[in-house]
């Protein structure tokens, strides 16, 4: 008798060794870093943002490079050719340096206008859910009516009435945005409205932004990280798209997508001058869908437990 | 089903009058005096010919007057002309609800008609693509899943990353330059031969698989994708697994068993897939120069020609609604349990 509870104390101390409580993101950490794609795209968005941000200050220093000035007797320079790493473009200038630059304006419009949507998403979303009734119909109302306008369609009217320029955008982009993150929220906000925390919360009368603010807002960062990282993607496309048609960034200022906006009148002369804005466009927006989805598998408990996780599309389907 | 029908038709009434809604908002919010941007062209308009017109549109109504205009139409009312506060003439706008989305101030024709001649282009393109999204997503998506962890699953993962994430503008240069410009196999842009009256189906199809391949690619991608999640899903239920106790062999499991039920939510996807198709149309035709409704808007938001922009928005909308009642019905159709919903 005394050896069994003696055994079975050995056991249960066994088993919470074993067992030691790791918090969710303690879990989700070394889930992460053993999930390689997922660390090699985080590598290579911080090594662009790196890059765009201390590149041209740099480039300017050391090597001379200018990214405004032109020279006739270097369009359409091949790269590597008269020390032109990534070749010269239609005004003969360094492509490279337009590249950081560019960068530069698409993943800021991206990081700022997405961490704007997410706010908006969430704070919406966040009441919606915690109120429920009329002012939840409401926003359901505006959802869905947000949502049965093709996106692009409502990104077009909104840069004909308001002139684009990067803070424009950047509002433009996160308002038309943020209800994928607030359709999420309010469903999350839902079902723990219901958990005791939040009743005892309220039954001790807790004032309601104190609500959301402690015990609901820590709940939905798994939410609110997912989406931040798969927003960026899809902005940096709008923006791109946007640009490309000549209805977002407006030249002298580059874009990755307005860097295109004339490229064919010229890819007989130059390919290069094709190629490399949209592959950095692509390898950005495939990094951050591809980080999105490895934080919402580090993030999901049930990935932790062993079970396959199949993942969701990016784009889910209404039900 | 024709109760559940009429419930969906009554519940997209809400959602097309935020729609109204929001466009006349967002109309009233663009920049500029409308009355300058129509007498543009007209250098000899007088003060007093502006303030006629103005008074003729209803400009110079309250914005709810404006909107209930808008969309019912004035013609059961009369319209103040010179000002005076009594009516002279009977109005003559018939309302969006009877199909009026006024003039475009460029071409000074009806928005409606400028529209209904641009839709079935833009219609044959996105309803092309959706076929073919589907005809390569489902199989994509249904062997990535049945192969699970194989290489041609890791393939179909990576496409539906790659496919999500390629600019479609950038695809398309791509495309030209190597189909139109290096092999010269494919025309580079346009819909048809244009310097010949009588052309066929076949003769118009080399000018469509281009656009339509660089369309589908979003749809493609997220095809497969979610019909991999969802094969996975069924393939790990028990009647599979009862279905394999029988001794039936995988393929009949897999494609008689599993994809019927793998398939159902693929119905809804319809609707979702026409909206993302709509929107990326806009920057197809603009490259491809296919004559539809997407380049028709890019080119009035340049022209600031607002009665066209909210025409055509109001009428994106409107054939999105339409995709995703049809789609709702078609799942309806195919799985009873949602029309007890």
């Known amino acids: 008798m005394n050896t069994s509870t003696e055994s079975t104390a050995q056991i249960i101390r066994l088993a919470e060794e074993e067992f030691k409580s790791r918090s969710l993101w303690q879990d989700a950490l070394i889930y992460l870093w053993r999930d390689r794609l997922t660390m090699l795209a985080i590598v290579i968005l911080v090594f662009l943002t790196l890059l765009s941000l201390f590149g041209p200050p740099l480039a300017q220093h050391f090597f001379d490079l200018d990214p405004n000035r032109t020279s006739v007797l270097d369009k359409y320079a091949l790269p590597g050719e008269k020390d032109y790493l990534l070749g010269a473009d239609q005004l003969g200038r360094d492509q490279f340096v337009r590249l950081m ?58 840069a004909s009435i308001w002139s684009p320029s990067p803070p424009v955008l950047i509002i433009i982009l996160a308002l038309l945005s943020w209800v994928e993150t607030a359709r999420l ?23 309601p932004w104190r609500i959301m603010t402690t015990h609901l807002i820590p709940n939905l960062l798994p939410i ?58 692509s390898l950005s927006v ?23 996780v199949t993942g969701s599309g990016t784009i889910s389907a209404k039900a | 089903m024709t109760a559940y029908m009429i419930r969906r038709l009554v519940q997209a009434i809400p959602t097309l009058f935020g729609i109204t809604l929001l466009s006349f908002l967002l109309m009233m919010a663009a920049p ?3 009355i300058d941007l ?43 002309v010179d000002g005076d506060g009594v009516g002279e003439i009977q109005g003559t706008r018939q309302g969006f609800l009877r199909g009026d989305l006024g003039n475009s101030i460029m071409q000074k024709r009806p928005v409606f008609d400028m529209l209904m001649e641009r839709i079935p282009a833009t219609l044959r393109l996105t309803l092309t693509a959706l076929l073919l999204g589907y005809a390569v997503g489902i199989p994509l998506g249904v062997l990535a899943a049945v192969k699970h962890r194989s290489w041609f699953d890791q393939f179909a993962r990576f496409f539906s990353v790659i496919g ?48 339509v391949i660089v369309l589908s690619m979003g749809t493609i991608a997220s095809i497969s ?53 709509l929107s990326g149309a806009v920057i197809v035709e603009t490259i491809f120069a296919w004559p539809g409704m997407g380049r028709l808007v890019v080119n009035a938001v340049f022209e600031r020609d607002y009665p066209l922009i909210m025409g055509s928005v109001v009428m994106s909308a409107v054939l999105f609604i339409l995709g995703l009642l049809v789609s709702d019905i078609l799942y309806a159709l195919v799985d009873p349990r949602i029309r007890l919903r």
């Not at chain 1, 906000?189 to 919360?201: G, T």
């Not at chain 2, 159902?264 to 909206?275: D, H, K, S």
Request: aromatic share 12%; with cysteine; glycine share 8%.
């Open chain 2, 225 to 277: 994708r979610f019909l991999r999640t969802e094969t996975l899903e069924v393939l790990s239920q028990d009647y599979i697994r009862t279905a394999y106790a029988k001794g039936l062999s995988p393929h009949a499991v897999w494609w008689k068993h599993a994809l019927r039920n793998a398939l159902l939510p693929v119905a809804t996807f319809i609707g979702p897939a026409i909206g993302f198709l």
């Open chain 1, 286 to 308: 495939m990094c951050f869908y591809l980080v999105g989805d490895g934080l919402r598998d580090a993030l999901d408990p049930r990935t932790l437990r062993g079970q396959t």
């Open chain 1, 101 to 158: 630059i560019g960068g530069r304006v698409s993943l800021s419009i991206a990081y700022a206008a997405s961490i704007l949507s997410i706010t908006i998403g969430v704070a919406l979303g966040i009441i919606a859910g915690y109120y429920g009734g009329v002012i939840d119909d409401l926003f359901v109302w505006l959802i869905t009516t947000l949502t049965s306008i093709p996106s692009m369609f409502l990104l077009l009217i909104a």
């Open chain 2, 38 to 80: 129509i007498t543009f062209q007209q250098l000899n308009a007088t003060p007093a010919d502006k303030a006629r017109m103005r008074r003729q549109l209803g400009l110079d109504q309250p914005p709810l007057v404006q909107y209930v205009y808008w969309l019912i139409g004035n013609d059961w009312t009369t319209v103040d």
């Open chain 1, 224 to 281: 609110v990280i997912v989406n931040l990282a798969i927003t960026s993607g899809s902005l940096i496309l709008a923006e791109s798209g946007l640009s490309f048609l000549g209805l977002g960034v407006q030249p002298p200022t580059s874009s990755w997508g307005n860097m295109l906006t004339n490229s064919r009148t010229y890819f007989a002369k130059g390919v290069h001058l094709v190629m490399w804005p949209g592959i950095l466009i």
């Open chain 2, 164 to 211: 999500n994430a390629l600019p479609s503008f950038w695809l398309a240069l791509i495309l030209i330059i190597i189909f139109s410009v290096r092999l010269g196999i494919l025309p580079i842009s346009g819909m048809r031969d244009l310097s010949r009256q009588d052309t066929t189906f076949f003769d118009d199809l080399p000018y469509m698989i281009m656009p």
């Open chain 2, 32 to 34: 500029g005096d409308p």
């Open chain 1, 185 to 207: 929220v309010r469903g999350q906000v839902f079902s723990l409205r219901e958990r005791d925390f939040v009743m005892v919360a309220y039954s001790v009368g807790t004032p």
